[in-house]
C-alpha cells in the first residue's frame, strides 16, 4: 500500500508560481513511477506530467511543456511538480499518482486525494 499527500496548492495570479509537492509513504519510493494529473471543472481528469523511478525519463502533457517541471527526491519519498508562467486554464484540482511496471502506460496503482490550484485572471 502506498499513501500519497499532496501540498503546496492554492491561489495565484495569471503568470505566477507555484510549486506542488507530494509525499509518498509506504513501499519503496523509488521503485515507483510517480505523476501529476488534474481535473478541471466539467471536464475528465487528465495527465500533466511523470517522472520515472530512477528520475531519468519524464513525459509532458504538450500544454505545459516548457512551463511545467516534474522532479523527485527518493532520498525523501517527494516528488515534485514546478509550475511556471501559470495561465487560468491551468485551475484545476491536481493529483499525485504512483505505478509500479511499465513505463509505457497511465494507468495508475495510486492516487492522492488531490490539491485545488486556482488560476486568477
Known amino acids: 500500500q502506498v499513501q500519497l499527500v499532496e501540498s503546496g496548492g492554492g491561489l495565484v495570479q495569471a503568470g505566477g508560481s507555484l510549486r506542488l509537492s507530494c509525499a509518498a509513504e509506504g513501499r519503496t519510493f523509488s521503485d515507483w513511477h510517480m505523476a501529476w494529473f488534474r481535473q478541471a471543472p466539467g471536464l475528465e481528469r487528465e495527465f500533466v506530467a511523470a517522472?520515472?523511478?530512477?528520475?531519468?525519463?519524464?513525459k509532458y502533457l504538450d500544454s505545459v511543456q516548457g512551463r511545467f517541471t516534474i522532479s523527485r527526491d527518493n532520498g525523501k519519498n517527494t516528488v515534485y511538480l514546478q509550475m511556471n508562467s501559470l495561465k487560468p486554464e491551468d485551475t484545476a484540482v491536481y493529483y499525485c499518482a504512483a505505478r509500479q511496471g511499465s513505463w509505457d502506460t497511465y494507468d495508475m496503482h495510486y492516487w492522492g486525494k488531490g490539491i485545488l490550484v486556482t488560476v486568477s485572471s
Open positions: 517522472i520515472r523511478s530512477d528520475g531519468f525519463a519524464r
